[in-house]
């Protein structure tokens, strides 16, 4: 269960410092129409990852209630 806990606590981690890359290498790209429309789709989908992590430890936590 421990070692459970340790992997999930990496997870997050590694999936934030994956947005915050994302989002700092989005910021570099050309402001032109059709690469703001690629970023934007990149932005939601690399941020999602963090946010279905969290919904899902809120979900577990539900469940152990």
């Known amino acids: 269960q421990n070692q459970n806990l340790k992997h999930k606590s990496e997870l ?6 994956y947005s915050i ?3 700092e290498f989005l910021d570099t790209l050309p ?8 970023a ?4 939601r989908s690399a941020t999602s990852i963090g946010c279905l992590l ?8 539900e469940d152990s209630v």
Request: glycine residues 0%.
């Open 21 to 23: 890359e994302m989002i």
């Open 54 to 61: 969290y919904t899902s430890d809120a979900a577990d936590e």
């Open 31 to 38: 402001k032109d129409t059709s690469s703001q429309v690629i």
């Open 12 to 17: 997050k981690s590694r999936a934030y410092r």
């Open 40 to 43: 934007n789709q990149l932005l």
